[in-house]
């Protein structure tokens, strides 16, 4: 299987600097308290990071507003996954538990302030590429059951012409979501090769070690990095 970045995205976000955490071999049927726990932790500590503080205004987000607003996207209108899931949590709404990977996959999402999806491998054909959209793609919004067309040239992710993820990371897709069914994920982290890679690489550091810890050491991992430099990520082959 693939994970790449078209080149008609990557001349829109020339800095654009995505990892990637492939995982098969998974349980996701198990509760696991202790990462609930870990879950409510970083949520505590984002509410309390973000006292008196606006998400959208602080160093984390602004660069991503910056690249919403390069791909033609509205930042106020569509926020990145990462500055909603902070404005909610600095609204004191807290976050709550789903399954045992997607409470691990937004803790570190939280903790490292970045966006981080989750794309269930098995309902993915050859690969997965950030791109823009074109004739003939179809979106089911999450939790929809009805198929919606996505402009013209907008970002997204997509599974030949399924779309998984809306204007880049603004919203996910009904298909290819995380049920406690799961058993192969694929964890993309966007970033940029200018601001946080070494951030990106951090979160896919730990998010390989929490995976192993939690889910066993049995289970297959790969990690790769894209960018405009090497812009495909090879795994499972």
């Keep these: ?39 409510a932790e970083n949520v505590s500590a984002c509410e309390t990071y973000f006292n008196g503080k606006k998400p959208k205004e602080s160093e984390d987000i602004l660069p ?12 106020n209108k569509y926020l990145c996954s990462i500055e909603a899931l902070l404005t909610r ?15 691990l996959g937004n803790a570190v999402s939280i903790k490292y302030r970045l966006p981080m999806g989750a794309h269930d491998l098995d309902t993915i054909g050859e690969g997965l590429d950030v791109r823009l959209a074109r004739a003939g793609d179809r979106f089911v919004p999450f939790g929809g059951l009805e198929e919606e067309t996505p402009d013209m040239g907008e970002a997204i992710y997509a599974s030949g012409q399924e779309v998984r993820t809306r204007r880049w990371t603004w919203r996910q897709s009904e298909c290819g979501k995380i049920t406690e069914e799961t058993q192969a994920i694929l964890f993309p982290i966007d970033g940029f090769t200018d ?43």
Excluded at 21 to 37: F, K
Excluded at 89 to 103: E, R, S, T
């Design 64 to 75: 991503y507003r910056g690249a919403f607003t390069a791909l033609g996207i509205n930042p």
């Design 195 to 237: 601001v946080n890679a070494g951030k990106v690489h951090e979160a896919a550091e730990e998010l390989v070690g929490l995976l192993r810890r939690y889910f066993g050491a049995a289970i297959d991992i790969e990690t790769g990095f894209v960018s405009r430099e090497q812009s495909r990520f090879d795994f499972f082959r």
């Design 89 to 103: 949590i600095a609204k004191g709404k807290g976050f709550p538990h789903i399954n045992a990977a997607v409470d």
């Design 1 to 39: 299987m693939y994970y790449q970045i078209a080149r008609d995205f990557l001349e829109k976000l020339p800095t654009a600097y995505f990892g990637a955490v492939a995982v098969r071999g998974l349980d996701n049927r198990r509760q696991i308290p202790e990462l609930e726990a870990m879950l």
